[in-house]
T-cell receptor
Framework: GAVVSQHPSRVICKSGTSVKIECRSL??????MFWYRQFPKQSLMLMAT?????????EQGVEKDKFLINHASLTLSTLTVTSAHPEDSSFYIC????????????FGPGTRLTVT | RKEVEQDPGPFNVPEGATVAFNCTYS??????FFWYRQDCRKEPKLLMS???SGNEDGRFTAQLNRASQYISLLIRDSKLSDSATYLC?????????FGTGTRLQVFP
């Protein structure tokens, strides 16, 4: 149980374009999903907390107009990186917390974004 | 000071060895604690939750000392497949804060 999928697993895009990443909880409902970014040899950095049916809460320093988050259902959240630049190249990972669970989060396999 | 601090390692140990990782956290209000494992270029996976009374899962034992704000993970009889980065994770209060991880390399 507690499986989270993420799509695409890898994407290469040109500078200035937008990229959408999907995160799905496959076998449970998740009122809350989280989006992280991880640069090489660094820890996961929380970008935003996504709650179903409401606006996402962004961490300090994360531009909400650049990283658009939508959490339309209890099993799907999307992250759109708008007007991507090479410095946005990173490993983006989503996680989900079960509706009736504790604080543990289950992670998707991640999306490796490369902006050229 | 980082909210969750870990020795980055690497810890290089032979198969069969016992190895211990430590972690300290700064938020005394934290209530939930976890160890996650992350393989290179992969997502973190929950290894185990950490309970006040200490808990064990096979070869893995986790301990929590609330007074010292200290968490530990002990791995007995190390396997080659245990090679990974181990992340100490603490809640604050509605999100998780990750340590930078301790890298373990088990050699034959």
């Amino acid at each position: 149980g507690a499986v989270v999928s993420q799509h695409p697993s890898r994407v290469i895009c040109k500078s200035g374009t937008s990229v959408k990443i999907e995160c799905r909880s496959l076998d449970f409902q998740a009122t809350t999903m989280f989006w992280y970014r991880q640069f090489p040899k660094q820890s996961l950095m929380l970008m935003a907390t996504s709650n179903e049916g409401s606006k996402a809460t962004y961490e300090q320093g994360v531009e909400k107009d650049k990283f658009l988050i939508n959490h339309a259902s209890l099993t799907l959240s999307t992250l759109t990186v708008t007007s991507a630049h090479p410095e946005d190249s990173s490993f983006y990972i989503c996680s989900a917390r079960e509706l009736a669970g504790g604080y543990e989060q289950y992670f998707g396999p991640g999306t490796r974004l490369t902006v050229t | 000071r980082k909210e969750v601090e870990q020795d980055p390692g690497p810890f290089n140990v032979p198969e069969g060895a016992t190895v211990a990782f430590n972690c300290t956290y700064s938020n005394s209000a934290s209530q939930s604690f976890f160890w996650y494992r992350q393989d290179c270029r992969k997502e973190p996976k929950l290894l185990m939750s950490v309970y006040s009374s200490g808990n064990e899962d096979g070869r893995f034992t986790a301990q929590l000392n609330r007074a010292s704000q200290y968490i530990s993970l002990l791995i007995r009889d190390s396997k080659l497949s245990d090679s990974a980065t181990y992340l100490c994770v603490v809640n604050k209060p509605d999100k998780l804060i990750f340590g930078t991880g301790t890298r373990l390399q088990v050699f034959p």
